[in-house]
């Protein structure tokens, strides 16, 4: 998957759900009118225009080096088990109201963004035991032999 199809999967999965919808049902409002939520398709044109802006800032955060090492990151202090400098970006950027202290921490689990963090940490992890236990033989491609 691209980081652009995750992106858009974890704000798609916020808007059905109702979450961080501020400037998106702003947005929605104006590209096709107040009653947006009967008139559009989730999957549809309308909708993916008005994600977009999202979309592409959370697309950053996933691809950009410095903000995916603080995803990745894990250390104590960590609020919802994120970076404070990353959380202080996805509010700046992305969505407002994002993991704020008071919320729920067992609703909080099931958010596709921390999901998704969780599930990068997890590969990260795997990838580097891998190379860990590598051999000269297999060192990034199982089964390649080196010459």
Do not use: C
């Amino acid at each position: 998957m691209t980081a652009f199809h995750d992106a858009d999967y974890i704000f798609s999965s916020w808007t059905r759900e109702g979450r961080h919808q501020e400037r998106f049902g702003k947005r929605m409002a104006t590209l096709a009118g107040q009653d947006w939520k009967l008139t559009t398709n989730q999957h549809g044109p309308a909708q993916a225009a008005g994600r977009y802006p999202e979309v592409v800032a959370l697309t950053r955060l996933l691809v950009m080096p410095v903000w995916r090492a603080l995803a990745l990151s894990r250390r104590p202090g960590m609020i919802f088990s994120v970076e404070p400098a990353l959380l202080a970006e996805i509010r700046r950027t992305v969505a407002r109201d994002y993991a704020r202290p008071g919320q729920n921490w067992s609703a909080f689990r099931s958010d596709a963004l921390y999901l998704w963090i969780e599930n990068e940490r997890k590969n990260a992890a795997m990838i580097l035991r891998q190379a860990k236990t590598a051999t000269k033989k297999d060192a990034w491609f199982p089964g390649l032999a080196i010459s």
